[in-house]
């Protein structure tokens, strides 16, 4: 069988402040968020599907123009199998409130199509 691309990265985030503390929650909150089923109705047993993603390799041309990059994948749409934290990437340290200072977050995605030849010839 032929299964689906996975495709994982890795960001580490070291907050300065404790206002971008709150930013990086909120950046792992909507990760967390997007990657799983809702439910179609409260009293249901039936899953909507965990929200899409479209993940493009993008250039900076040197003013503010992005052009894809020819030398990274080309990606089809995607979803979020998986998010993990480390909030003790660089052993612990954290601000007076306890809030870390440093963590990584670490993405799963997968493609929702299959890659065909004819896909590969189109630059995928």
Do not use: H, M
Not at 70 to 95: D, E, R
Request: charged residues 25%; aromatic residues 14%.
């Amino acid at each position: 069988g032929v299964g689906f691309r996975p495709f994982e990265f890795s960001f580490v985030f070291n907050a300065r402040s404790q206002s971008e503390v709150i930013t990086i929650k909120e950046i792992i909150n909507k990760f967390r968020e997007y990657s799983k089923p809702s439910l179609d109705r409260p009293e249901s047993a039936i899953f909507r599907y965990p929200g899409e993603f479209r993940i493009d390799f993008l250039t900076n041309n040197n003013q503010d123009n992005f052009t894809r990059n020819k030398y990274l994948p080309k990606l089809k749409p995607c979803i979020c199998k998986s998010v993990n934290t480390n909030f003790t990437t660089a052993g612990w340290k954290s601000f007076e409130d306890g809030a870390p200072t440093t963590i990584t977050l670490q993405l799963g995605f997968e493609e929702v199509d299959i890659i065909t030849k004819d896909s590969v010839l189109e630059g995928f």
